[in-house]
């Protein structure tokens, strides 16, 4: 299925893909190829796991945004986004330890830290 994951800000990654998991505000949801067609809200530091064709997994940090899913294709749209590999684990923790920081920069450090931990368990 084609597949396209893509942030206010850019498009981060666009091809084909066997499975997509993304985590949603009713809960973690998995896609095939000819899954039903729906759409769904992404949660605030939620993410996204993706298996392509080829390729190793791909893993981002997702925080907000919606996803449709049609019966071969899906397309993640967020907010804001970023791939495991990008993201500096260290401000993510600071951000985390930090009691000053909103709740919404709260969520984004620990779904940039649980990728990380997902790819390093791989």
Excluded: Y
């Excluded at 967020?78 to 401000?91: I, L, P, Q, R, Y």
């Amino acid at each position: 299925m084609s597949v396209d994951l893509v942030a206010v800000e850019r498009r981060l990654w666009s091809g084909q893909a066997s499975f997509v998991s993304a985590q949603t505000t009713e809960g973690q949801i998995g896609i095939m190829a000819g899954h039903e067609p729906l759409l769904g809200q992404l949660v605030e530091g939620g993410i996204v796991n993706i298996v392509p064709v080829e390729g190793d997994r791909i893993v981002a940090a997702v925080h907000g945004g919606f996803f449709s899913v049609t019966a071969n294709s899906v397309r993640i749209l967020a907010e804001s986004a970023e791939f495991a590999g990008e993201v500096d684990v260290e401000a993510a923790r600071k951000v985390l330890a930090d009691t000053t920081a909103t709740e919404e920069e709260q969520k984004a450090a620990q779904a940039q830290v649980r990728a990380v931990e997902q790819v390093a368990q791989l």
